[in-house]
């Protein structure tokens, strides 16, 4: 059990929808960090969060978003879903220090399905 | 850029053969991080190792061990005596100082016959 947590591990919804997809860092991590795992793209980073603020962005669609609250936890939200966004989505966490990353520990990653 | 090769699609062998997982990196910090993950077929990502571009020591854990050299941009896993067990889809990924996203290979699928 890595400590990071993430739910719901699967969801399906049709396409045109808006899913909210939740992770919960490991205890002290101040560090949230979104992937995209696809069967063409592979493993491609999204988004960090640090300490409730937004630190690096990768190959984030302008159709998702993400957020850190005060309590460490993050969102990403996925709207006007396509098929092609069907992928299992990974958060990960570390910290404390945001300066480097000091091994990236990955929740069980949730599974969405667009229909 | 930042960018890792793992030219092994997939590898199968015996249960006990020993097996070596290729990643080659490429990169232009001084200072950088690597790391493998294997993914069971359950799904998750587990952490395996971290080793920073400073630290050209092989390690081994158990039956995995770790070959770094800085000079040909290499750090290859290898796993002896392997085991079903070991069965996954085995992922290298790197990361450079002050970057904070880790930039994936596109991951070697191992499997062990018993």
């Known amino acids: 059990d890595s400590g990071v947590t993430q739910t719901p591990k699967h969801l399906i919804t049709a396409t045109g929808q808006r899913v909210t997809l939740r992770c919960s860092p490991r205890?002290?991590?101040?560090?949230v960090y979104w992937y995209q795992q696809s069967l063409d793209q592979g493993l491609q980073f999204l988004i960090q969060?640090?300490?409730?603020?937004?630190?690096a962005k990768g190959n984030i669609l302008e159709r998702f978003s993400a957020q850190q609250f005060p309590d460490l936890h993050s969102e990403l939200n996925l709207s006007s879903l396509e098929l092609g966004d069907s992928a299992l989505y990974f958060c990960?966490?570390?910290?404390?220090?945001?300066?480097?990353?000091?091994?990236?520990?990955f929740g069980q990653g949730t599974r969405l399905t667009v229909v | 850029a930042q960018k890792v090769t793992q030219a092994q699609t997939e590898i199968s062998v015996v249960e006990k053969e020993d097996v070596t997982l290729d990643c080659v990196y490429e990169?232009?910090?001084?200072?950088?991080?690597l790391f493998w993950y294997k993914q069971p077929p359950s799904g998750e990502l587990v952490f395996l190792i971290r080793?920073?571009?400073?630290?050209?020591q092989n390690e081994i854990s158990g039956r995995y061990s770790w070959n770094f050299q800085k000079s040909t941009s290499s750090f290859n896993f290898t796993i002896t005596a392997s085991q079903v067990v070991d069965s996954a889809v085995y992922f290298c990924?790197?990361?450079?100082?002050?970057?904070?996203?880790?930039?994936f290979g596109q991951g070697t699928r191992l499997t062990i016959n018993p």
């Open positions: 990169t232009r910090d001084t200072t950088y991080y």
């Open positions: 080793r920073n571009s400073f630290d050209e």
């Open positions: 990924a790197l990361s450079g100082m002050g970057a904070q996203k880790l930039v």
């Open positions: 969060y640090y300490n409730g603020e937004e630190r």
């Open positions: 990960a966490s570390s910290g404390p220090n945001p300066g480097f990353v000091a091994e990236a520990f």
């Open positions: 205890s002290g991590d101040l560090s």
